[in-house]
């Protein structure tokens, strides 16, 4: 039988996180596209994202029939959240300049280069990737490198980036807290054994 799930975030009722998600305007429109494989992952960050950002939308699929309609947003530029070598670091606006239509491909490394090859016209929006990053707080899953974030943590790093002095770090506060809840549930020895960063 299953426990009874909150229908928002999508946790189970007893570890809802709907009181620490906040509700933070930005310039910046996020648009998060979601592999399938990661709807129903139990760290589904990009879902804390979409639901902590007023101006955030979130997609799920492989193929996106759409997506012209969604960059043709009027008053943003779109760009593609990607690190790669033809990625631009992401710096603060200037004044006046139009705020930008972020695009973030969410899941796996591998889904996620996946969905750009499967969707031609993602691949050729302009590329920005995060510079000088702090080190990822998800320390749950195993990171292909150092610099590698959570997609939550790419969201509010490239925001704060963008819109500095702005503060998003109230976006990682239930992503915290879901992540000390999952390293309580498997105890701490399972945690230092199979978890734990050298």
Known sequence: MSRPQCPRCQRPQA???????????????????????EVNHAL???RLAALGL??????IGEVFADLAQWLALPGYR????????????????SPGAQPRLLVVPDGTWR?????????????????????DAPPSRYRLRKAPGPDA??????ITQAL??????AS??????????????????MGEDVYQRNHRRP
């Open 111 to 131: 889904k996620a280069r996946k969905l750009l090859h499967m969707n031609p016209l993602l691949a050729r929006l302009p590329r920005v990737q995060l510079t």
């Open 54 to 59: 007023q101006n955030c939308d979130i997609r």
């Open 149 to 154: 974030l959570s997609t939550l943590e790419a």
């Open 44 to 46: 589904n960050t990009a």
């Open 168 to 185: 998003f770090q109230a976006l990682l506060k239930p992503f915290d807290t879901l992540i000390d809840g999952q390293i309580a549930a």
């Open 15 to 37: 570890q809802c996180l709907c009181a620490l998600i906040p509700s933070l305007p930005s310039q910046t429109r996020v648009l998060i596209l979601q592999h399938p494989s």
């Open 78 to 93: 779109p760009c593609l959240l990607f690190p790669g070598e033809l990625s631009e670091g992401l710096s603060a606006y």
């Open 160 to 165: 704060e980036v963008l819109e500095s002095p």
